[in-house]
């Protein structure tokens, strides 16, 4: 225990002591009922950018998977070993989500990287590899000129929410359901600084700010 970092020891007795008290009942009814969440959020890595802390949720009641730059890569049946998938097929197949989320934000530091053609960090190059399935064959993606860096590394954030939706409905299992009406794609954006959060309208393409109550 004493190598355990203290600051996760004292979250987990603030937890113990204050907020387990009040979801005791509800961690009870899920250990023995098991989950049944309606949504599943494909969110980033990111510290700053925590599905349960920016939704308020309690136990249960999202499914996440963060990976770097939440991306949901291709349907490849192809024999390896996919996490993303696997947590996909699982959340659709056996949870049946409502929902999916595919949540973004800015200054992320994977698009960063892709954007910036970062060099190798390790021979196995994992993060320029993770990065290349962003983009299709073929595909270039650069500055366009009159644009900001700023600008441009936000479209391509955006950018990325856009790909992992369309690359969700390359999964047969996710595409049936979403025909079907029982499964809604949701896109989103988190505004590191402001805390703000913007949501994808499918009709306009465009993301929109979410309002605070008091505004
Ligand atoms: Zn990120």
Redesign the pocket.
Known sequence: MEYFPKALLDGYRNFATQRLPTEQSRYRELSERGQSPEVMVIG???SR?SPEVIFDAGPGELFVVRN???LVPTYQPDGGAHGVSAALEYAVSVLRVKHIVVLG?AQ????RAFVDKIAPISPGDFIGKWMAQFIKPGEIVEQRSHETTQDFVTRIEKAAVFRSLENLMTFPFVRTRVESGELLLHGGYFGVAEGSLFVLDRTTKEFGRIRNRDE
Not at 108 to 111: F, H, N, Q, T, V
């Open positions: 980033c890595c990111d950018v770097i730059a939440n934000h992320c530091g994977g698009i």
